[in-house]
């Protein structure tokens, strides 16, 4: 018997059939182990020894794996054909070492690129021991994950209360997106005209020519900056008589694209289906996996996380055979079309993503396939077969039009494109966000020295507009450019900047928040190369060296890490002042915009005598009034908020009080009245702004109505109580009793009738109740709490939490459920009983002081590749932590855990005293 690993359940099952009964096919659910997420996992003072944990949730599989090789003859590790697949083989390898379940079992490595019956059984011919270099390289680039975000983000929760977290690359990322805010900020727009003269020819043919030149000089696209120096050449015009001047006809061709690596998928299903990176993977990743063909499951794509762009010979000569038959043999070129990376540290080893049979049609097989599995496959197949077609032939003409005005003479130019041969642009063109519209007009038949009269002259006023913000693709384009990240991390980068609020995402384009804003200038300030960016591309360009067995992956660490630390060092003295005080002067510009009337841009508003200055809460960083508590101005950091706060909008009409838009520290709102124009401890009447209004659309009319909520609809037929109708957290909503039913439309919450409120109402009680009232279901077990009996994770309506023994504990928003652990789920439950939520905890025991310890753990952002520490609740221990010990099962790769003997159980399970000390450690 032969034993197989595979990352994914869905390719054990279908490479089993193709492999037979002699082959026993598992999977590992893709990473086994990882560092654990607590400080000294990764100890720079014994060359970088990395400790390894075994994941909870794969102790299981490594158990059936084990139990599998008993009497089995060979163990095959065919997992994913990269570093991280390479990884994975290693670390299932390791463990089993630890377990002793290989006895004299011959170990290989297979690796495919397609999950077809050809692919992987042309694999098992040739099988190899695993690649230590790209082991190594996974190592480094864990380790420095690790480095920069466990150590990074204690001094951001430390020096910049609010913060949540920084990584290594993703920091980078996120630098592009502020600078390019900071860029549109101080972009000052400039004044320039356009002069277009629509012509005739004698036969009567129109064309547009455009103005470029006067009196012997060029006039280039901003040379005419007002509209007096249009006007003179307005005149000129209208007064000049024309004629053509020379007629030049050029041959062009274009050649096809590339076909697609990882990163121009991202960007042209981005552009071309709207699918954000994420979603393309999720989808990408389903078609490699396959699906059912008569009978049999079939991948229908090559591994979709490749920056190679070269296809296999027989992909290309089944290519050629499809665009002859589809097309005719004018499409097919006289050679195959080879084609070379461009992407900075590119790595050639594997396919460009391609169809693993590219006779399957789209039309074809999207009949197999959902909406969005059909589009990209439809994406992916164009795009291959485009690659291998024959050049578009085109041709440009110029004519350049003397026109004669006294002794003015002055130069138009009109140009037109014709396609002569369509060529690969019969079946595919690729889309740019920032591309001009081509002039494909055919220009009429000209001759030099031909008479052309004027019809009519445009003079039309511009402005230069600022660069124009990221969207995903863009910045995945951009982040490629420069040799940032690597392939199968854009996507979990661009989600992690979304999810930690640092960016949002408006109209396809990626806005810095104030949140990532001042991140970015923290480590601008005071850990600035390590947001360079040719830093970071000569750290990822290091790494390769370390895959092709060029450096040691220490001696990169070793580097890497005496200047970062060092960083890292200077600033544990400054305050907190100090570093506001830093920020507050960079980010001059987008806090204190210039005032209309040209006074004091750091003058209180409120109080008129104090400083405006930088502050940070609990929430994050925000401006405040140097006079509080006298004067409690707050607002957030963006210009605009300041520009659209305390807009009076009008009168309300019942009251007489005025209804004034106002920017709080938490954001816009609406307020009628002022303190002043109430009674004694009552408060002004306020309204939230629904989210994608911004503040400056707000009108009286707008703000009348919010304030009006909520309002009553009217009485439900069966109970005689009130239906009313309001605008929650949540979005708008109607209310009747107990119940809330969510509105799809935002207006509707303002003109919502009582028998579409009664039809909402009776529909959310025909669901049934939530699963956090009784009789829910009783959630995931996780263990038990010292205390409290039984811990559970459970879905409710405001999101994931969970539960023990009456307490409930929300789990915060940078983790993802699922991952969430029985020492993180009781540090959380006691948290919540420590301020009074659900019954009181009692003093901890020993085992509670473990799971205490654990609960100080930071964590590590396995998804983009940044490790992210999540910050201490509690004040930081300031005695020196003594090192973790370091499990024998647990030591990084062969050569440091050889020798090994404890299970990977106990590895996961540290001393309680070492446990403490390296909480203690990661808080101070």
């Known amino acids: 018997m032969n034993i197989v690993i595979v990352e994914s359940p869905a390719k054990a099952k279908t490479i089993n059939k193709y492999l037979g009964s002699s082959y026993e096919v598992l999977a590992s659910f893709g990473h086994v182990r990882d560092l654990p997420a607590k400080n000294g996992s990764v100890d720079p003072d014994a060359n970088f020894q990395m400790i390894w944990e075994v994941d909870a949730k794969a102790a299981s599989r490594l158990n059936d794996i084990a139990k599998a090789l008993k009497g089995a003859d060979r163990l095959i590790l065919a ?56 082991v190594d390289a996974y190592m480094a680039r864990r380790a420095l994950d690790y480095l920069v975000g466990f150590t990074l983000s204690p001094v951001l929760w430390r020096k910049l209360p609010g913060a949540r977290s920084a990584g290594r690359v993703q920091s980078v990322a996120l630098r592009l997106v502020c600078d390019r805010e900071l860029e549109i900020e101080k972009f000052v727009p400039r004044e320039y005209w356009s002069l277009v003269a629509t012509l005739l020819t004698p036969r009567g043919e129109a064309f547009e020519a455009r103005l470029v030149g006067a009196d012997g000089k060029k006039i ?104 002859g038959e589809d097309y005719g043999n004018a499409y097919v070129p006289d050679a195959p079309r080879q084609y070379q990376a461009k992407a900075k540290n590119a790595q050639e080893a594997h396919e460009a993503i391609r169809p693993t049979d590219l006779s399957r049609r789209p039309a074809t097989i999207g009949r197999r396939l959902d909406a969005d599995q059909a589009r990209l496959y439809e994406l992916i197949w164009k795009r291959t077969i485009a690659s291998q077609m024959e050049s578009a032939e085109l041709e440009r003409t110029t004519v350049d039009i003397e026109a004669k005005a006294g002794a003015r003479v002055l130069e138009l130019r009109a140009s037109g494109q014709v396609i002569k041969f369509d060529g690969f642009l019969a079946l595919y063109q690729e889309s740019r966000d920032d591309e001009e519209d081509e002039d494909s007009r055919r220009l009429p038949a000209m001759s030099e020295g031909e008479a052309v009269k004027r019809q009519s002259l445009a003079v039309t006023q511009h402005f230069t507009e600022p660069p124009p913000r990221f969207s995903e693709a863009s910045l995945v384009k951009r982040m490629e450019e420069l040799g940032i990240g690597r392939p199968s991390t854009y996507a979990s980068i661009l989600q992690v900047l979304k999810d930690r609020g640092y960016v949002k995402l408006e109209k396809k384009r990626l806005h810095g928040e104030d949140k990532g804003r001042v991140v970015v200038a923290f480590l601008e300030n005071f850990f600035s190369r390590y947001v360079e960016y040719d830093f970071t591309a000569d750290l990822e360009e290091q790494l390769d060296r370390i895959s092709n067995n060029e450096i040691a992956w220490q001696q990169v660490l070793q580097d890497f890490w005496r200047g970062f630390i060092g960083a890292v060092n200077d600033i544990k003295d400054l305050r907190v002042a100090e570093v506001l005080d830093a920020l507050d002067e960079m980010l001059g510009p987008h806090i204190y915009p210039p005032r209309a009337d040209g006074g004091d841009v750091r003058q209180c508003p409120t109080c008129g005598t104090g400083r405006l200055n930088l502050k940070a809460g609990k929430f994050g960083a925000f401006v405040g009034c140097s006079n509080y508590p006298e004067c409690r101005y707050t607002r957030p950091l963006a210009a605009d908020s300041a520009e659209s706060a305390d807009r009076v909008l009008g009168t309300d009409p019942d009251t007489g009080f005025d209804v004034t838009v106002k920017a709080g520290r938490f954001g816009p709102y609406i307020q ?46 069966e109970t005689g109580q009130p239906i009313t109708a309001g605008l929650g957290r949540f979005g708008p909503f109607v209310k009747h009793e107990k119940t809330y039913a969510s509105l799809e439309a935002g207006d509707e919450v303002f003109d919502i009738g009582l028998n579409r409120a009664v039809t909402l109402i009776a529909e959310k009680i025909a669901k049934g109740p939530s699963g956090r009232r009784f009789g829910a279901d009783p959630g995931k077990p996780l263990g038990d709490h010292p205390t409290l009996g039984a811990v559970a994770l459970k879905n409710g309506r405001y999101g994931a939490y969970v539960a023990a023994g009456g307490v409930n504990a929300t789990i915060p928003s940078d983790r993802t459920p699922d991952e969430v652990t029985l020492a993180e789920a009781i540090a959380l439950i006691d948290e919540r009983a420590a301020k009074g939520g659900g019954k009181k905890v009692k003093k901890a025991a020993k085992p509670a002081k473990a799971a205490k310890a654990k609960s100080d753990k930071t964590e590590s952002d396995k998804a983009d590749g940044d490790a992210e520490a999540k910050p201490a609740k509690k004040a930081a221990s300031k005695k020196a932590a003594a090192k973790p010990k370091a499990d024998a099962t647990s030591k990084a790769r062969a050569p440091v855990a050889s020798g090994a003997k404890t299970s990977p159980s106990k590895s996961s399970a540290p001393a309680k005293a070492p446990a403490k000390k390296s909480a203690g450690k990661a808080r101070g």
């Not at 509209?227 to 053509?244: N, Q, S, T, Y």
């Not at 004694?680 to 994608?692: L, S």
């Open 79 to 134: 997992t994913d054909p990269d570093r991280e697949g390479e990884a994975i083989s290693w670390h299932v390898l390791e463990v089993m070492k630890e377990k002793r379940a290989l006895k004299d079992q011959k170990v290989e490595r297979v690796v495919f690129n397609a999950i077809t019956k050809q692919a992987v059984s042309e694999a098992m011919k040739a099988p190899r021991q695993i690649d230590g270099a790209l």
């Open 220 to 323: 280039a696209r901003l040379d005419i900056g007002s509209g007096a120096e249009a006007e003179d050449f307005k005149k000129a015009i209208e007064a000049a008589l024309f004629k053509v001047a020379t007629v030049e006809a050029k041959p062009a061709r274009r050649n096809p694209q590339a076909p697609f690596t990882t990163s121009t998928l991202q960007q042209e299903a981005s552009r071309k289906l709207g699918f954000a990176p994420a979603h393309t993977m999720r989808i990408a990743q389903r078609l490699y996996e396959g699906i059912d063909i008569g009978g049999e499951t079939t991948g229908l794509i090559t591994y979709m996380r490749t920056d190679g762009v070269q296809i296999a010979p027989e992909a290309v000569t089944q290519a050629r055979k499809v665009i």
């Open 672 to 717: 009628l009245g002022e303190q002043k124009d109430y009674a004694e401890g009552e408060k002004p009447k306020r309204a939230g702004i629904p989210k994608g209004t911004s503040p400056a659309d707000v009108d009286l009319e707008l703000a009348l109505k919010l304030l009006s909520l909520p309002r009553e609809i009217g009485k439900h037929p």
